[in-house]
């Protein structure tokens, strides 16, 4: 209502302006006005169009997703359709022929008789999902005590990556998958990362969890996704947090949540199985649950060599003080010993809170050097900010013999 009177307001004041102006002007006048009307008319004609192609699909009945198996010559190929037999179809005259190619996703018309759009590929929509690091910057020396595990995934991993004729002339398999197992927060994705970077391997993680949780009935299809990109991506090193999210065992397997995570570990199986040992593909899991892991997982020919990644004993604790502080102006007075035994129990990501917390309190305090001042307060922060339980259960069960417990 108002916005119709507010209109007859403009018609009034344009006829008013009609009688005003005259001659010459009142030409540019009507021509200026022209043109505005026609801006008007080309917005509501883009407006109609927009409201048809909405309609349309609206109304449209569903395409049939497809996968090319192969092109034909003659302008047609043949697809798998989802919904069953193959079908040898035309080819829209719309489509970017150089897309046609094997393997590659389309969407069938209703009547599947022809392509009529080309589909992102699964990879495309599952790369949110996977973090895929071409050369990842961690190095062994950026990790604090676990040189025993480094040496050992050296051998097992990044050795078979760098040097298979080695194995070959020797006659034995390396493993084609690791199990690393430990709290969380002790260095298991950067032992991976760090094989990764120095076997000059590409890094493509994936976390079981999110495996499961975000992408409900294609956690099956994601694998095997992973294992191609893998294979493009070699020399690879797949690497699998929170493996327990799919491959713990299960006594009943009832609701069909827990059919899909079967179904999801039988696929990881297969893909394990699926390459030889001396493949260009090595796959490390990480669990802070060993305890709950399906046994299947951990058959010879799978992952079946285990290293454990535990919490920081006080040697470690010193080292993993050292490589945080390395960039940073301490005081002379820091007893990196004193550090470790106080710090009983930390995990390595806690012991690199402490690092940022009292390089805080020196900034706070408008210092340019941190002290150990600043390292008791932050640990004491720290301390009162542990939540995860899980962790401190586990320290219990592995009590540090080397450095006396002084915070209980
Ligand atoms: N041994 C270590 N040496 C140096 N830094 C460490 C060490 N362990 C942990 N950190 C620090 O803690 C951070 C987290 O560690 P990381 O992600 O490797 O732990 P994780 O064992 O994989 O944990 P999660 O099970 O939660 O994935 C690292 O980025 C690093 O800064």
């Given at each position: 209502m108002s916005s119709d009177m507010g209109k007859d307001n403009q018609d009034n004041i344009i006829e008013k302006l009609d009688a005003v102006v005259s001659g010459e002007d009142y030409i540019k006048y009507l021509e200026s006005k022209i043109r505005l009307l026609e801006m008007e008319r080309e917005k509501l004609l883009m407006k109609v169009n927009y409201y048809k192609s909405e309609l349309e699909k609206l109304i449209s009945p569903p395409l049939i997703e497809g996968v090319i198996e192969y092109v034909l010559g003659d302008g047609r190929a043949v697809v798998k359709s989802t919904t069953g037999p193959n079908l040898v179809v035309a080819i829209a005259d719309n489509i970017d022929k150089n897309l046609i190619k094997p393997g590659v996703r389309v969407a069938l018309n209703q009547r599947g008789s022809a392509i009529v759009e080309v589909l992102p590929s699964y990879m495309d929509t599952y790369v949110q999902l996977m973090e895929v690091i071409e050369k990842p910057s961690v190095k062994y020396e950026d990790i604090g005590g676990l040189s025993e595990q480094i040496r050992e995934l050296r051998e097992v991993v990044e050795l078979p990556l760098k040097n298979p004729e080695l194995f070959e002339e020797i006659g034995i398999e390396p493993p084609k998958g690791v199990l690393l197992y430990g709290p969380p927060g002790c260095g298991k994705t950067m032992l991976a990362k760090a094989v990764a970077?120095?076997?000059?391997?590409?890094?493509?993680?994936?976390?079981?969890?999110?495996?499961?949780?975000?992408?409900?009935?294609?956690?099956?299809?994601i694998v095997r996704e992973l294992f191609e990109l893998a294979r493009k991506k070699a020399p690879s090193i797949v690497f699998i947090d929170e493996l327990d999210a799919i491959a713990a065992k299960r006594i009943d397997i009832g609701t069909s949540g827990e059919r899909e995570v079967q179904r999801t570990l039988m696929q990881l199986l297969a893909e394990i199985d699926g390459f030889r040992p001396l493949d260009k593909v090595k796959i490390i899991a990480a669990t802070n649950?060993?305890?709950?892991?399906d046994p299947a997982i951990l058959r010879p020919g799978r992952l079946d060599r285990i290293i454990e990644v535990p919490l920081p004993d006080f040697n470690g604790r010193i080292e993993i003080f050292r490589i945080h502080?390395?960039?940073?102006?301490?005081?002379?007075?820091?007893?990196?010993?004193?550090?470790?035994?106080?710090?009983?129990?930390f995990t390595g990501a806690e012991i690199k809170a402490v690092v940022t917390e009292a390089g805080y309190n020196a900034i706070r305090d408008n210092?340019?050097?941190?002290?150990m001042n600043d390292f008791l307060k932050a640990i004491e922060k720290v301390r009162s900010k542990k939540k995860l339980r899980r962790v401190e259960e586990y320290a219990e069960n592995k009590e540090d013999k080397e450095a006396p417990l002084i915070f209980q």
């Open positions: 970077a120095e076997s000059n391997a590409t890094f493509i993680a994936i976390v079981g969890s999110e495996l499961v949780q975000k992408f409900i009935g294609e956690g099956a299809r649950r060993i305890d709950i892991l502080t390395r960039r940073m102006k301490l005081a002379e007075n820091i007893d990196f010993q004193e550090l470790a035994r106080m710090t009983n129990g210092r340019r050097q941190v002290t």
